[in-house]
Nanobody
Framework: QLVESGGGLVQPGGSLRLSCATS????????IGWFRQAPGKEREGVSC???????YYLNAVKGRFTISRDNAKNTVFLQMNSLKPEDTAVYYC????????????????WGKGTLVTVSS
């Protein structure tokens, strides 16, 4: 089970940190990451963390977002800086036990999402 938190309303240029608490050991998930779905758009992979340290970022968030794992706390974080209105979406945490591309169709386990709204 994955449970997201940390969403909310933030002004453009602001920051938020999303958290994903896992009921299983987060270290057991080879691939775990963040996905988002904006109104009227398809869900997309924002960032994924792989066992061993490799990470993936959507081009649109490179240099602004940072994913990290705290396996001792079974939690995955997404630090989001320099937020833009186009980052507005429901953000989901998702995971799979295997090494998989950071794509929604590749994930097996999903949280219910947390809403991020970037607006002045």
């Amino acid at each position: 089970q994955l449970v997201e938190s940390g969403g909310g309303l933030v002004q453009p240029g602001g920051s938020l940190r999303l958290s994903c608490a896992t009921s299983a050991s987060s270290a057991d998930y080879y691939t775990i990451g963040w996905f988002r779905q904006a109104p009227g758009k398809e869900r997309e992979g924002v960032s994924c963390s792989y066992s061993g340290g490799r990470t993936y970022y959507l081009n649109a968030v490179k240099g602004r977002f940072t994913i990290s794992r705290d396996n001792a706390k079974n939690t995955v974080f997404l630090q989001m800086n320099s937020l833009k209105p186009e980052d507005t979406a429901v953000y989901y945490c998702a995971a799979v036990y295997l090494q998989q591309p950071c794509r929604p169709s590749s994930m097996n386990y999903w949280g219910k999402g947390t809403l991020v709204t970037v607006s002045s």
